[in-house]
């Protein structure tokens, strides 16, 4: 069921029907999901991180028949958002992290600096192959997409600002020991899709995985431990965190589609946010995106991309070391 379904989502000939797509903006109509109440009394750690709106506002849900999933409808600011989708573009994608650009098609400089090659490509052409290129990037610990196993020497550091924020996360989820340890990145140019899977190489089964949205809407199926199981469609919008935790954390997932249908805000941030201070993110960085100078290369590429970052523990609790 789950591949069928998955096909028919991804046929490039159809427009996809939404009618049983779960939309969180209109959780009234749908009896498959449910309001979900948050612990936020959190509020002093929320403080000290610029970018995110007031928890009491956030809008948070579940799935009747996906137990474990938990999807927090936007709780970013507009410029919170830019802050982490130009973190995903200008930076994430450097050494010593890893990238999948092969190196028989981009030499070292395109390899090592993406994003600003990007920038530097004198024709339409090269611009735009430079562009869809880029699919993943990963840090802390490094998933090998053959073994999938995960190795010790393997490792880069995982960034403090994306570490804070997913212990938030998991701080108001009741997941006080959750250790970001692992990272993938992975980029969606409008046509392109990951195929039904289960993420089964972390050591650590039990710890809930993060995965943040950015730019374009994705459809996104979850299904059950089998591919037997119907999976249940979800429209994954801008700035959603979506959580499998519990059974859910190894049930078949996969996204079938990209829609371009979000519309990237290309104007002045408005002024009502209160997004002050803080030492837990580059704060030059979210100065410089509220220029639209600045912000319209981002603003171009999610234009029709999507970004996810996907974030896992990887060890037990106690374990030091894999190997
Ligand atoms: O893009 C997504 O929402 C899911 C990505 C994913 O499942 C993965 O990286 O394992
Ligand atoms: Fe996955």
């Given at each position: 069921m789950f591949k069928l379904i998955f096909k028919q989502f991804k046929a490039k000939s159809s427009t996809p029907d939404l009618n049983d797509v779960v939309n969180f903006d209109k959780p009234?109509?749908?009896?498959?999901i449910c309001e979900h109440r948050l612990n936020t009394c959190h509020k002093e750690d929320l403080q000290r991180?610029?970018?995110?709106?007031?928890?009491?506002t956030w809008r948070c849900y579940k799935l009747r028949n996906h137990p474990g999933i938990v999807v927090i409808r936007n709780p970013f600011t507009e410029r919170g958002l830019r802050y982490w989708i130009s973190r995903c573009l200008r930076?994430?994608?450097?050494?010593p992290n890893i990238v999948n650009l092969n190196e028989r098609l981009f030499d070292e400089t395109v390899r090592s600096d993406w994003w600003k090659e990007l920038q530097r490509c004198q024709s339409k052409e090269d611009f735009q192959r430079t562009k869809v290129a880029m699919r993943w990037t990963t840090f802390?610990?490094?998933?090998?997409?053959?073994?999938?196993h995960y190795d010790d020497r393997m490792q880069s550091p995982f960034p403090e600002d994306l570490s804070r924020l997913c212990r938030l996360f998991a701080s108001i989820l009741g997941?006080?020991?959750f250790k970001p340890e692992a990272a993938i990145v992975n980029y969606y140019p409008v046509g392109s899709s990951l195929s039904g899977h289960v993420d089964?190489?972390?050591?650590?089964?039990s710890a809930p995985l993060f995965s943040f949205s950015f730019g374009q809407t994705a459809i996104f199926l979850i299904g059950g431990k089998s591919l037997e199981e119907t999976p249940t469609a979800l429209l994954l919008q801008s700035g959603d965190v979506l959580i499998m935790s519990?059974?859910?954390?190894l049930c078949y997932h996969a996204v079938p589609r990209i829609l371009k249908d979000h519309k990237t805000l290309?104007?002045?941030?408005?002024?009502?946010?209160?997004d002050s201070g803080g030492d837990s993110l580059d704060m030059d960085l979210f100065e410089q995106v509220g220029n639209l100078h600045f912000w319209q290369p981002f603003s171009d590429y999610i234009a029709d991309s999507r970004i996810n970052i996907n974030v896992r523990q990887v060890l037990k609790p106690g374990q030091l070391l894999l190997n």
């Open positions: 009234l109509k749908d009896d498959k991180i610029p970018g995110l709106k007031s928890p009491s930076d994430y994608p450097r050494p802390g610990y490094h998933h090998d997409w053959d073994t999938k997941y006080e020991e089964y190489s972390e050591p650590n089964q519990g059974e859910s954390r290309n104007s002045a941030l408005p002024k009502d946010e209160d």
